[in-house]
């Protein structure tokens, strides 16, 4: 059974850091080499947004302009890990942030975790 479980959410002032974990198991080692493992996230009343993403094993990384400078996405491919280092958060990171990992051959396979709640607030 493929799943990726999240965790590292939780309650942060702001000005504060968090760092995501997403744990993948179950996948074959040619899907974790290959596909793109991003962060996405959700606050309510909005729509989900991409966070960052790093296309494949050492490829480049890709963060929204609203994180630049502040988030970082990594991989760690001895644990089968991603993470998202989020440094200086806002209020207005508050959501639930979603780990995916997405491999498009001849057909979409596309995960997502459960979520993890952040929230940013004093």
């Known amino acids: 059974q493929v799943q990726l479980v999240e965790s590292g959410g939780g309650l942060v002032q702001p000005g504060g850091s968090l760092r995501l974990s997403c744990a993948a198991s179950?996948?074959?080692?040619?899907?974790?080499?290959?596909?793109?493992m991003s962060w996405y996230r959700q606050a309510p009343g909005k729509e989900r947004e991409l966070v960052a993403s790093?296309?494949?094993?050492?490829?480049?990384?890709n963060n929204a302009d609203s994180v630049k400078g502040r988030f970082t996405i990594f991989r760690d491919n001895t644990k089968n890990t991603v993470y998202l280092q989020m440094n200086s958060l806002k209020p207005e990171d508050t959501a639930v942030y979603y780990c995916?990992?997405?491999?498009?051959?001849?057909?979409?396979?596309?995960?997502w975790g459960q979520g993890t709640q952040v929230t940013v607030s004093s």
């Open positions: 790093v296309p494949r094993t050492g490829g480049t990384t």
């Open positions: 995916n990992a997405r491999l498009v051959l001849v057909r979409d396979l596309n995960y």
């Open positions: 179950g996948f074959s080692g040619f899907f974790l080499s290959n596909a793109a």
